[in-house]
């Protein structure tokens, strides 16, 4: 019976390995259908404003382009959707936060853009 | 006016925010996000410089709970939904991140609403004004930036629709007329003006009556 053993762990140990092979493509496919659902949703970036003088020094270290001496201008932390990761951007201050808004922008997005504020005014 | 629903708990938060110090609270309607973020307009420089001074502002406001910020702008729950509903619109059809992004941004340059209404984002810049007026009193200052072309017409029904005139002391103005008038006053509005200038590039601006200039020439005496 004793060399029955290592063949019934090897038989017990692959069937636990499909089992999990099979949870994780379970799990896989559902995750690939909630990736769909969420493609079909806006997925919406969030961003902060905050000001150089005001980061603490562990701020300070993951905002690209800021040195140590830099004592003013904005940082823009751009939270990405579905993420917990955070882009933090500096803007000096001969640079712009609108600018940002205007690089975003083209001719036809601006067209859209008054289109749908014009169909809500009232007057 | 009975449509709005305000919280009382928000209503604190402004109050709180004010710091009982004297506050600027600007409250923009949707045709100033128009001229920022929609086709260029006439107003679309100041109103460029408006939105640049309220992120100055807000990143303040942010990071610096304690100290006193002299100024705050809200945008207001319509306006909030008319731009997500352009988002919406925009992401379905084209699959479209671009003014979303730009949506974001601008939002994050504002505060919050601070209570929800469904009056037309027109009138509900007036029915904000006059509820902040009545709990923050004197210590705000309310300023409404409308660059409507109808803004008369606006005032009209928003009284008609209040049973009520508007008080004295809300101001009403376009971004050209709130430029022309803290010009001389804010060394912060002259530099996001002229940085805005070399930016894009532009020789030559007018607001109101003044005319800003970008000339080799020494200036005239």
């Known amino acids: 019976m004793v060399y029955w053993l290592p063949i019934y762990t090897f038989l017990g140990g692959f069937l636990l390995r499909s089992d999990y092979t099979t949870a994780k493509f379970i799990r896989k496919t559902r995750f690939l259908k909630r990736g769909e659902q969420m493609n079909n949703k806006l997925a919406e970036t969030t961003f902060v404003l905050s000001r150089v003088e005001d980061l603490n020094p562990s701020e300070r270290e993951s905002v690209n382009g800021l040195t140590a001496e830099t004592k003013e201008g904005l940082v823009v932390t751009e939270f990405k959707p579905g993420s917990f990761v955070k882009i933090r951007k500096f803007i000096p201050t001969n640079n712009l936060f609108t600018a940002m808004v205007d690089e975003q922008l083209n001719a036809g997005d601006r067209e859209n853009i008054s289109k749908g504020i014009k169909s809500s005014l009232q007057f | ?221």
Not at chain 2, 36 to 43: M, R, W
Not at chain 2, 183 to 198: F, H, P, S, V, Y
Request: proline share 5%; aromatic share 8%.
């Open chain 2, 1 to 221: 006016m009975t449509t709005c629903d305000v919280d009382n708990h928000e209503i604190e938060q402004v109050t709180h925010n004010i710091h009982n110090c004297k506050t600027d609270i600007y409250i923009p309607c949707i045709t100033t996000y128009d001229s920022f973020l929609g086709k260029p307009n006439k107003f679309s420089f100041s109103s460029q410089v408006f939105f640049e001074f309220a992120s100055l502002h807000k990143s303040k406001g942010i990071e610096l709970k304690n100290r006193k910020d002299p100024v705050k702008v809200y945008r207001t729950s319509p306006i909030q939904e008319v731009l997500r509903n352009i988002v919406e619109t925009e992401y379905k059809t084209n699959k479209n991140n671009r003014i979303s992004d730009a949506v974001s941004l601008v939002f994050s340059a504002t505060d919050p609403p601070v209570f929800h209404s469904i009056m037309s984002p027109e009138l509900s810049i007036f029915e904000k004004a006059i509820v902040l007026k009545e709990y923050c009193g004197n210590l705000a200052n309310i300023i409404v930036i409308s660059n409507h072309e109808k803004i008369g017409e606006v005032i009209k029904k928003a009284e008609i629709e209040s049973h009520n005139s508007l008080p004295q002391d809300i101001q009403i103005m376009n971004t050209d007329e709130w430029l022309e008038k803290n010009w001389q006053q804010n060394n912060d509005l002259i530099r996001m003006a002229i940085n805005i200038m070399k930016k894009k590039s532009l020789q030559e601006v007018q607001f109101g009556n003044i005319i800003i200039k970008f000339t080799t020439e020494p200036p005239q005496k």
